[in-house]
């Protein structure tokens, strides 16, 4: 191909044929280049070194990260230390080919310092270059209603936890909060009492230059439509304004298969709650993950079953289609069980870094905890109209699924933890959960609730 563009060169002028392809400015290559799929942009850099130095610029492979990881992510990415830097197009091949995370147990920053009690089924999220951590529950089944703050700032090992007391919600377990822009946006949950609850809250988060940071607490009024009382559902903030659940337990101890949405875009003083009524929904479940993959879309994965069954099932849910409707995305018959993650209950589900979806920990339905690490590329996944329009393009191979090594430091396995991701997409904060412990005389089993808090680094070396 390289001697075509050199040989060729002179029939082509004599011809006046000024269409071809080696005649397009480099602008116009550019601007193709960014329509193409990944294989025919390296396919290309083989044609002649004209397209070559065009193919591997950096300027292209940086718009071809946006493309395909969103502005956020790189723009993170960007403002990390030179040195840490790698080029674009390595970068991405690095993110395509990652097998390993490492994790890091991070301390506190002093010994005198306070820090949060063990918990399990809490929230944790990364806002304002902060984590948040609110209530869950603890030893003896009781509740906690504590607000809990933490600066992550660049290179930082250690953690200085702040706790707040500003008109925080009331205890629960079981909630479900989600980052909306810059707000936390809380929803639901169980008291000690087994209530539920179906109240919204939102968070802001203040941090000064002495890295004081509060947090404002401030019950949303929604209006007489809000979703019923529940615990241990899944929710996620999706297309940057909205809030959507999905199932949980409710009223009598009931599993739950309804969806819902919070309209947060005109603001908060405007937020509504309406329900999304679908010919076809994910059975009754508790304690799974939903995840917003990008835009409109997002993935929801396994939880426990209205029998008390674990599931380890994907289905995809898209807000843009005019009348959205949850897909199940199935397996082909050969690859089943093979290659993909076992069944799982109170996991984790984390978007990072390149379209991928990292799944972490769990029980199965003999409540044996994991600490096992699971990646699912979203590229993978059809969009919803393909998988309506053509039952074929519903069926995912187990190639999309990838389980990870790990590195560094092991942590117990754990269910019910929580975790949530930096603005880089390649930092991964875990905490709490409930592990296995030693039994004592008095337990029927070993149980025991965790307080440590692990950095999950995506490992990207060259």
């Known amino acids: 191909m390289a001697e075509f563009c050199s040989s060729s060169s002179s029939s082509i002028t004599n011809s006046n044929n000024k269409s071809n392809i080696t005649h397009i400015a480099s602008d116009h290559l550019f601007s193709i280049l960014l329509l193409l799929p990944i294989e025919s942009v390296l396919s290309f850099t083989m044609v002649c070194k004209r397209f070559k130095l065009v193919a591997c610029s950096e300027t292209l492979w940086e718009s071809i990260c946006r493309r395909d990881w969103g502005n956020s992510y790189v723009d993170a990415l960007s403002s990390s230390p030179p040195e840490h830097q790698l080029s674009w197009k390595k970068l991405y091949q690095l993110v395509t080919q990652m097998g390993s995370v490492n994790c890091i147990r991070l301390s506190c920053f002093d010994n005198t310092s306070a820090f949060p009690r063990p918990r399990a089924s809490h929230s944790i999220n990364f806002v304002s270059d902060c984590l ?95 979703p019923p009382p529940r615990g241990a559902h899944a929710g996620c903030c999706v297309d940057g304004k909205k809030m959507l659940i999905h199932g949980g337990i409710g009223l009598d101890g009931l599993r739950l298969n309804d969806t819902w949405i919070l309209d947060l875009s005109n603001g908060i003083n405007s937020a509504a709650w309406h329900e999304v009524v679908t010919r076809l929904s994910p059975p009754a479940r508790s304690g799974h993950t939903l995840t917003c993959i990008g835009g409109t879309r997002m993935v929801l994965f396994g939880g426990r079953g209205i029998g008390y069954e674990v599931l380890n099932d994907v289905w995809l849910f898209d807000i843009a289609e005019e009348y959205p409707e949850w897909v199940p995305l199935i397996y082909d018959s050969t690859d089943v069980p093979v290659g993909i993650p076992p069944p799982r209950v109170g996991h984790s589900a984390t978007l990072v870094l390149g379209g991928r979806l990292l799944i972490y920990g769990g029980e199965d339905s003999s409540r044996h905890r994991k600490n096992d690490f699971w990646m699912l590329d979203i590229n993978g996944i059809p969009t919803a109209e393909a998988c309506t329009n053509s039952q074929e393009l519903r069926v995912l191979s187990k190639k999309v699924w990838k389980r990870l090594k790990l590195e560094g430091h092991r942590p117990g396995s754990r269910s019910f933890h929580q975790a949530c991701v930096d603005k880089s997409g390649c930092n991964i904060y875990v905490f709490g959960g409930m592990v296995d412990g030693l039994v004592l005389p008095a337990e029927a089993f070993g149980l025991r609730f965790d307080g440590e808090l692990y950095l999950i680094e995506l490992l990207l070396q060259p």
């Open 132 to 226: 948040v951590l609110f209530g869950g529950g603890c030893e003896g089944g009781r509740h906690l209603d504590d607000t809990w703050v933490a600066y992550i700032g660049n290179e930082f090992k250690t953690i200085l936890w702040q706790k707040t007391n500003s008109g925080v919600p009331s205890g629960r377990f079981g909630q479900t909060c989600a980052v909306v822009g810059e707000t936390l946006v809380l929803f639901g949950g169980i008291n000690d009492h087994g209530l539920r609850q179906n109240d919204t809250w939102v968070g802001h988060v203040l941090r000064d230059e002495m890295l004081q940071i509060t947090i404002s607490w401030m019950l949303l009024e929604v209006g007489s439509a809000a």
